[in-house]
């Protein structure tokens, strides 16, 4: 069964900093592209950010590109997203999703975590 | 501030067929990009519900389909039942945003 778990949610004060992580479980993480989406409260869906299988290859919204991060260690498994210069307007719940890998070039994110939820405020 | 445009909301009564639609541009739909279907319960993560444009991953049921047409999607909920009711979501590839969601539209079940 595949699992995304995110972890390292919280709350920060604007300015500060917070990683998040993905554990991922049931599938061969390495050959799947990877993804961040997130939702402020009551909002709807924002893509944030897509690194491919091998990392090689990263994307970015222009509304986090310069701040934000994102990582992969196939070893363990697992997907990050760095988040600096935080923002009131970075609070969101973020997910992490697998790309089924369908589209070049598009994701197409048929996995998806529950969700963690980061709160930008003083 | 999203480039596809939904329908806040749609209501139909159990058994019905209700549409959503999905209106973007020559920069996105327009151009050929494949457009796919979220579909969020209240309090869940969301879940893919169709993929480049009509197709349905395994175990989505054949009441949902979607096609394309032009710079606009649709997706067609028929046979619309209780547990239908739910945030529905597009998206699609914009040349100047790259991934791009819908602005979302919430289906109620009469």
């Known amino acids: 069964e595949v699992q995304l778990v995110e972890s390292g949610g919280g709350l920060v004060k604007p300015g500060g900093s917070l990683r998040l992580s993905c554990a991922a479980s049931g599938f061969t993480f390495s050959t799947y592209s990877m993804n961040w989406v997130r939702q402020a409260p009551g909002k709807g869906l924002e893509w944030v950010s897509a690194?491919?299988?091998?990392?090689?290859?990263?994307f970015y919204a222009d509304s986090v590109k310069g701040r934000f991060t994102i990582s992969r260690d196939n070893a363990k498994k697992s997907l990050y997203l760095q988040m600096n210069s935080l923002r009131d307007e970075d609070t969101a719940v973020y997910y992490c999703?697998?790309?089924?890998?369908?589209?070049?070039?598009?994701?197409?994110?048929?996995?998806w975590g529950q969700g963690s939820l980061v709160t930008v405020s003083s | 501030q999203s480039v596809l445009t939904q329908p806040p909301s749609v209501s139909g009564a159990p058994g019905q067929r209700v549409t959503i639609s999905c209106t973007g541009s020559?920069?996105?739909?327009?151009?050929?990009?494949?457009v796919h279907w979220y579909q969020q319960l209240p309090g869940t993560a969301p879940k893919l519900l169709i993929y480049s444009n009509s197709n349905r991953p395994s175990g989505v049921p054949d009441r949902f389909s979607g096609s394309k047409s032009g710079t606009s999607a649709s997706l067609a909920i028929t046979g619309l039942q209780a547990e239908d009711e739910a945030d529905y979501y597009c998206?699609?590839?914009?040349?100047?945003?790259?991934?791009?969601f819908g602005t979302g539209t919430k289906v109620t079940v009469l």
């Open positions: 690194i491919s299988s091998s990392g090689s290859y990263i």
């Open positions: 020559s920069s996105n739909i327009g151009a050929g990009y494949d």
């Open positions: 998206q699609s590839y914009d040349s100047s945003l790259s991934a791009s």
């Open positions: 999703a697998r790309d089924l890998g369908v589209v070049r070039g598009q994701p197409v994110l048929d996995y």
